[in-house]
T-cell receptor, first 114, second 112 residues
Framework: GENVEQHPSTLSVQEGDSAVIKCTYS??????FPWYKQELGKRPQLIID?????GEKKDQRIAVTLNKTAKHFSLHITETQPEDSAVYFC?????????????FGQGTTLQVKP | DAGITQSPRHKVTETGTPVTLRCHQT?????MYWYRQDPGHGLRLIHY???????DKGEVSDGYSVSRSKTEDFLLTLESATSSQTSVYFC???????????FGPGTRLTVL
């Protein structure tokens, strides 16, 4: 089955710097890769996703890149702000018949220092 | 936020007691999921449903059962709660394509 590894587990950056979180997946059939942001005590919120037919997707300060050959994808946050501080989770899809499941990475705690 | 609610939001119970958590959605989505979240483990899938009365196990299903008698409700039951089931439980829903998932607010369960 699918396995998703996420690195680093913690990341500390200065406000205004960029942050990069990387994930690798094992199932070459995976075709959907979302990223979630979870603030303390809150639910995970989808911030961006990418499908296997594209290599990059951007949304303002957030971008995701996908390398299908190497089976890894990354989240890039530019011009980080204190409100970007949260736990970020990557996930990969795992299909069984017509049922979609997501396998999540272990999470990255991002701290943006003012 | 998608129309997902969970109840109760907090619960403290004792070892050996049965516990039922409820997830309710107003989006008419076909797919519903139960996850548990523990430090260092991320989000792990317990059970999921792909339609009324259609359910299947996830990666950490031991000690849990589920039921879905209506599209809008997905129940998670701990038949005999154990301290290892202390966790935060999230429900999620997904529509056509069963890819993008939206999460409920979570239930914090403490088993003493």
């Amino acid at each position: 089955g699918e396995n998703v590894e996420q690195h680093p587990s913690t990341l500390s950056v200065q406000e205004g710097d960029s942050a990069v979180i990387k994930c690798t997946y094992s199932d070459s059939a995976s075709n959907y890769f979302p990223w979630y942001k979870q603030e303390l005590g809150k639910r995970p919120q989808l911030i961006i996703d990418i499908r296997s037919n594209v290599g990059e997707k951007k949304d303002q300060r957030i971008a995701v890149t996908l390398n299908k050959t190497a089976k890894h994808f990354s989240l890039h946050i530019t011009e980080t702000q204190p409100e970007d501080s949260a736990v970020y989770f990557c996930a990969g899809s795992s299909r069984s018949g017509n049922t979609g499941k997501l396998i999540f990475g272990q999470g990255t705690t991002l701290q943006v220092k003012p | 936020d998608a129309g997902i609610t969970q109840s109760p939001r907090h619960k403290v119970t004792e070892t050996g007691t049965p516990v039922t958590l409820r997830c309710h959605q107003t989006e008419n989505h076909r797919y519903m999921y139960w996850y548990r979240q523990d430090p260092g483990h991320g989000l792990r899938l317990i059970h999921y449903s792909y339609g009324v009365k259609d359910t299947d196990k996830g990666e950490v299903s031991d000690g849990y059962s589920v039921s879905r008698s209506k599209t809008e409700d997905f129940l998670l039951t701990l038949e005999s709660a154990t301290s290892s089931q202390t966790s935060v439980y999230f429900c999620a829903i997904s529509g056509v394509g069963a890819d993008t998932q939206y999460f409920g607010p979570g239930t914090r369960l403490t088993v003493l």
